[in-house]
Nanobody
Framework: EVQLVESGGGLVQAGGSLRLSCAAS????????IGWFRQAPGKVREGVSW????????AYAESVKGRFTISADNSKNTVYLQMNNLKPEDTAVYYC???????????????????WGQGTQVTVSS
């Protein structure tokens, strides 16, 4: 059974940092890419970042480039999202997701993923 568990969300002031974790079980990073998504109230879920071990590649949405960094600890089967210089518009529930890694291109669309975590709330105050 595949499980994805996010942690690390919280309340932070604008300009601050948070590191989100996505602990994965029941899958390997060789077979699955991991994506981070977020959903703010009243808005659609949007792709934030993508990591593929098989492609040795990462990707970011334009809105977070230069501020967010995705990384993985293969020994812990965990993917991280380091978020720096946070802005109030980053406020959302953040989800990690797993999808087949053989797409050959950055996966930042909801429909490209098969498994989802429960989400963790990030709130950035101004």
């Amino acid at each position: 059974e595949v499980q994805l568990v996010e942690s690390g969300g919280g309340l932070v002031q604008a300009g601050g940092s948070l590191r989100l974790s996505c602990a994965a079980s029941g899958l390997t990073f060789d077979e699955y890419a991991i994506g981070w998504f977020r959903q703010a109230p009243g808005k659609v879920r949007e792709g934030v970042s993508w990591f593929s071990k098989s492609a040795d590649s990462t990707a970011y949405a334009e809105s977070v480039k230069g501020r967010f960094t995705i990384s993985a600890d293969n020994s812990k089967n965990t993917v991280y999202l380091q978020m720096n210089n946070l802005k109030p518009e980053d406020t959302a529930v953040y989800y990690c997701a797993a999808g087949p890694s053989g797409m050959g291109y950055p996966m930042l669309r909801v429909y490209e993923y098969d498994y989802w975590g429960q989400g963790t709330q990030v709130t950035v105050s101004s």
